[in-house]
């Protein structure tokens, strides 16, 4: 990489070796082992002895052989308070058939509550960006704190992070976020009343959020882990999302042949579009990128409130790699506030087996949160646009699961099904929002539309957040990103100097 001012963190910093002796000093005397990114990866690679302790830790606790967890391959685990799942060969997936989609081309979510400590993957851009700068020399877990923007789950990630690695994390996130992630950031800081700051509005906020950031990096012990712009975020995704992806894929099409049509992701800070880029590169999928048709950004420079948590956030991200995209779609929160009734009551499930769609399958949904069906639906949407057919795999992910917005479904119950949602209003979601989904909100990106998404995103990082216009205009071109890729093994490196450093071992 060329110089620049972007949060791309390749070379050591040059005022970071005291930063980086504490680091080594606090890890060793806590004793904890840092995973590189080609374990995150690979799982079985991992040293055995780690694996088996691991069979003793719990996988939600906060405990630092969790970070030994933070990749896709965690068991299920079927039994309630079965919470120490081991490792499978290829990451738990869902396939959904034309009788809930209805379309043929086959679309497969790898499911991302299987992380641990969040019960979702955001766990895994937290660790990205935190890593990248300990081992560069740009946090010191004994004098800085851990600042952690997001509209949810990235900053419970960078939270049990900051907490298992023994510094202080602070949460940043609208106030109208769910009550469910609340609770949890209660439960993991010590000190919820300045470690969790709450600010004004919704999902689409993010502006406000930058705003907290921007006076918090007044103090200079305050290290803010921006997943909007820090490439780590986009990196992490390229090295470890896309090729447990690719293992997915491998596997559904090692009998019934297929090709990789397209990777689906709805974007929040863009880092998990990251995995397109690698599944691009490896197998030409085309990228979908995604977002709230309440709030649509990418397709009508539109802005907005919506609900479906952890995405669209009235702006384009510095790591989105625009102009490798090749579709925007927009989803409404109407359509994934009332599957997620439909997937999660009993009339629901009941009218999905009458639709053909297999019982145990049914019982799966459970794991999709909002941005999950936004996914299907959007990857439904790319399907039809592009007249995909059933050799054709979309790849896509189920960010998180719909334990997260129990309380969201309370709410919309009341305001929408006052009355109860039985089997007659079960067929009218799902006819209104499965049985022929709307394609007027997609649009596949040419050179122009691309240009238009990609200089949109100058007012909020140049002219806002003062990202030097030449560092913002290198992202347009593919040789940018492909000048990232390298970072990824020379983190990897670092991170294996830094380990035989602390001396650590969970042995
Ligand atoms: C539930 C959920 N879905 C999707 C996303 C979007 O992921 P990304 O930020 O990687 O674009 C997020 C981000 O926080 C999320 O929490």
Same mark, same amino acid.
């Given at each position: 990489m060329t110089e620049s001012n972007l949060a791309i963190f390749g070379d050591f910093a040059p005022d970071g070796q005291q930063s980086y002796d504490n680091a080594v000093a606090r890890f060793r005397q806590q004793n904890i082992v840092l995973p590189t990114f080609a374990e995150l990866r690979t799982p079985s690679t991992i040293d055995p002895v780690i694996l088996d302790q691991l069979t003793g830790v719990e996988k939600d606790a906060?405990? =630092? $052989?969790?970070?030994?967890?933070? +990749?896709?391959f965690n068991e299920h685990a079927d039994e309630p308070g079965d919470n120490f799942p081991g490792q499978v060969d290829v990451p738990t997936h869902i396939e959904l058939p034309p009788? *809930?989609?209805?379309?043929? =081309?086959?679309?497969?979510? =790898?499911?991302?509550?299987?992380?641990?400590?969040?019960?979702? +993957?955001?766990?895994? =851009?937290?660790y990205s960006c935190l890593v990248a700068r300990l081992v560069t020399g740009r946090f010191d877990p004994t004098a800085n704190r851990a600042i952690w923007p997001s509209t949810g789950n990235y900053a419970r990630g960078g939270i049990a992070i900051s907490k298992i690695m023994g510094c202080r994390g602070v949460a940043i996130l609208p106030e109208g976020m769910s009550r469910?992630?609340?609770?949890? *950031?209660?439960?993991?800081?010590t000190n919820p009343d300045e470690d969790v700051i709450k600010t004004f509005g919704t999902e689409s906020?993010?502006?406000?959020?930058?705003?907290?950031?921007?006076?918090l990096s007044l103090d200079p012990t305050n290290v803010i882990l921006n997943q909007f712009s820090e490439f780590s975020n986009h990196l992490g995704h390229y090295a470890v999302t896309g090729p447990s992806l690719e293992t997915v894929f491998e596997h559904v099409t090692a009998d019934r042949p297929g090709s990789l049509a397209a990777y689906v992701s709805a974007s929040g800070s863009a880092g998990t579009l990251g995995a397109g880029d690698y599944l691009k590169d490896s197998h030409g999928a085309r990228i979908v990128a995604v977002e709230a048709l309440e709030c649509p950004t990418m397709l009508y420079n539109g802005y907005g409130d919506h609900n479906i948590q952890g995405i669209g956030d009235k702006h384009i991200p510095l790591i989105h790699n625009v102009t490798n995209t090749d579709m925007a779609v927009a989803i409404s929160d109407d359509a994934t506030n009332k599957l997620d009734i439909l997937f999660n009551s009993p009339a629901g499930k009941r009218l *999905?087996?009458? $639709?053909?769609?297999d019982g145990e399958l049914v019982?799966? *949904?459970v794991d999709f949160g909002y941005s999950s069906i936004c996914n299907t639906l959007a990857a439904i949407n790319a399907a039809k646009v592009w007249g995909l057919g059933s050799d054709d795999v979309i790849m896509t992910v189920a960010t998180d699961g719909s334990d997260l917005y129990n309380s969201d479904r309370e709410r919309i119950m009341s305001t929408h099904y006052a009355g109860g949602f039985d089997d007659a209003e079960a067929a009218a979601v799902f006819d209104e929002h499965l049985a022929d989904v709307d394609i007027t909100h997609a649009r596949s990106l040419d050179e122009v539309e691309r240009d238009r998404i990609f200089n949109?995103?100058?007012?909020t990082w140049v002219e806002q957040q003062g990202v030097e216009l030449d560092d913002?205009?290198? $992202?347009?071109?593919?040789?940018f990103w492909n000048g990232l890729r390298p970072l990824i093994d020379q983190w990897d490196d670092k991170i294996r100097t830094f380990n035989n450093a602390t001396g650590a071992s969970f042995g």
């Open positions: 906060p405990d =630092a $052989r969790n970070l030994f967890r933070v +990749h896709w009788e *809930l989609t209805g379309v043929d =081309a086959r679309i497969v979510l =790898a499911f991302g509550n299987r992380f641990p400590m969040i019960r979702a +993957h955001k766990v895994l =851009a937290a469910e992630r609340f609770e949890w *950031l209660e439960r993991w800081t906020n993010v502006k406000e959020i930058y705003d907290a950031c921007n006076e *999905l087996v009458d $639709r053909g769609v019982d799966m *949904l949109l995103g100058y007012f913002f205009d290198r $992202r347009r071109s593919q040789d």
